[in-house]
Each structure stands twice: as C-alpha cells, then as structure tokens.
C-alpha cells in the first residue's frame, strides 16, 4: 500500500474507531477546516509552503460558549502540511530540508478561572512514511509548477513517529464590537516552544461560535457555527521561543532564529443562504539562520450550503 494511502487509511480508522467513543454522552457539534498554501500569499513555493487542518468536535451541547469541565467537549483534529527548500530542484547550501508531516490528535476545550483552555496531544508521523512527497510530486507534474527533484527527496527528514502535547490559554475581553484575546501556547514534540501573543476580532458574525488555532498561521478557524450572518475581521500577532525542531534538526547544522513571529489578518463572511468563506495572510518570520527573508502564505475556507 502507497505510504499517502495507508495514511488516509489510518485517519479512517482512528475517526471510524474515535467516533464511538467521543459519541458517548455527546454530539456532534461541528466541523471546521483551513488550507493554506504561499501560491494564494506571496505566490512562491516555499518553506512553509503547504498545510491543511480539520477538526471535528462532540460534546453534549453547545450553548455559544465552552463548558466547566475538562473532556466534555472533544476535537479530533487532523493536520498535514509540507515544508521545502526554497528551490526544489536545486536548494541553496543550508537550506532547511524537505518534510512532510501527518498529525492526528484529541484535545478537549474547556473554562478554567476565567480562561479559555485548549489542552490535547497528537501523534505526529514524519517523512517519507506519509508520501507528502510523492504527493507533491505527482501534482506539480499533473497539474504545473516546479518538479521535486530527486535529491531533495533523498535528503528530505527521515521517518518519525513523535508523539506532541499542545495547551493553549487564553482570556478574552469584550469592547463593542471589538473582542481582545491575549493567549500563551506551550508545545512539546515535533516541535518545543513557547509562544505568546493576542487576537483581536472585530464584528459580530463569530459571535456564538468556537474556533480552534491551526498550527502553521495561528488563525483560529470556525468549528462550531453560528446562524449569524455578516463580516468579521480578524487580526493576530505572537512571538516564540523554540528549543528544538524535527524539522530543523540541530544534527544536520541548523541553527534556529532567536525569535519566530507571526502576523496575520483575515476576513470571515457569512450570507443569510448559509454560505460561509474565510480568506487569510499571514507573515512568517524567519524560522532558522540562513533563512533570507520571511515569507507570506495565504488561508482559505470555503463553505456552500445546499
């Protein structure tokens, strides 16, 4: 079996398995995803270059806001994405190497002391093993854009299996139509960081809903909905500290940046028909010495209601 097949395959079987047990006691209560990809940011084909995110949550109810309790309300969540050399064929001597990366993970959301926590693990599977890779390939030939060569393959990150512990704690202040939410993340696995920052959202069409932070961008993306309709505005900036990177490896002479910041913004809209889009940028500091310049990537959700 082709290593993207049986990934796919053991998604299926962890929902299909998960599904059950989540259900006990609780419902389905929505699901949300986001692509982001630099083609619809900066237009180049880069380091961060790829990813996709999706979530489904249960719970026994959901009453526009998170419950007292931890493990009431449960997200399986999904996550695969691509990191490359800024060229494929012929990277620059040090730049970071080629790896893909397929998460899956459990998180429960829940209010503690005033604050909003998000607090799960996933198991993080790396290289080869996903067929990322091959993937990217077959699609750049199929479908254009730069072929991946075949000594970017062979030096990419070799096969992993890293099991990653995430907790995010936020606090939100209400001012008008302005919500203010200042939040600290720590995360331990593929990736160990520290991370601070805050998100500002203005306008009411988010009111009611519950939003989850993809890793790459840090946009926090609808996972249950509301039946409001109208434009919201989302703007978000952090800062971390990484101790180490799987994908960054400290074996291979990479050194990591002092500090990597993120800056984004982004646009919900919903129309009275159900319909429902999202369209983000975000910034991206310099992860690693020796990355040249930061880089733009864009995100996008769309939603039809038939």
């Known amino acids: 079996m082709r290593p993207i097949a049986a990934a796919s395959l053991a998604f299926a079987l962890v929902l299909g398995i998960a599904a059950p047990a989540l259900s006990e006691g609780r419902a389905k209560l929505g699901y949300g995803r986001l692509v982001t990809n630099d083609y619809v940011g900066d237009g180049h084909d880069r380091w961060r270059t790829g990813s996709v995110a999706s979530s489904r949550v249960w719970g026994p109810a959901w009453d526009g806001a998170l419950p007292d309790d931890f493990g009431q309300l449960l997200e399986l969540r999904f996550n695969a994405q691509i990191l490359a050399p800024e060229d494929l064929n012929a990277p620059t001597p040090g730049d970071r190497p080629y790896a893909g990366s397929i998460a899956l993970g459990l998180h429960t959301h829940y209010t503690a002391l005033g604050s909003e926590i998000s607090l799960g693990g996933d198991l993080v599977f790396v290289g080869p093993q996903t067929g990322l890779d091959g993937f990217q390939k077959a699609f750049h030939d199929n479908l254009g854009g730069q072929g991946l060569g075949a000594g970017v393959r062979r030096t990419q990150i070799g096969d992993d299996i890293r099991p990653t512990a995430v907790i995010e704690v936020g606090r939100s202040a209400q001012f008008g139509a302005l919500n203010l939410r200042p939040f600290a993340e720590a995360r331990a696995g593929d990736e160990t960081l520290v991370r601070v920052g805050a998100d500002v959202t203005f ?27 109208g434009y919201a505005f989302t703007f978000g900036a952090d800062t971390a500290y990484v101790e180490d990177s799987v994908y960054l490896p400290s ?19 919903a129309a009275p028909s159900g319909h429902r889009a999202f369209y983000g940028l975000t910034w991206l500091d310099r992860e690693f010495k020796g990355q040249d310049e930061g880089q733009i990537v864009g995100s996008l959700r769309l939603h039809f209601n038939f």
Not at 214 to 228: A, S
Not at 251 to 266: I, T
Request: proline share 0%; glycine share 14%; charged share 30%.
């Open 203 to 229: 306008g009411g069409a988010l009111d009611g809903t519950m939003r989850v932070r993809e890793t790459v961008t840090g946009h926090r993306y609808r996972t249950v909905q509301n039946d409001l309709a």
């Open 251 to 269: 074996s291979r002479g990479y050194r990591l940046s002092d500090a990597r910041n993120r800056v984004r913004a982004g646009v919900h809209y």
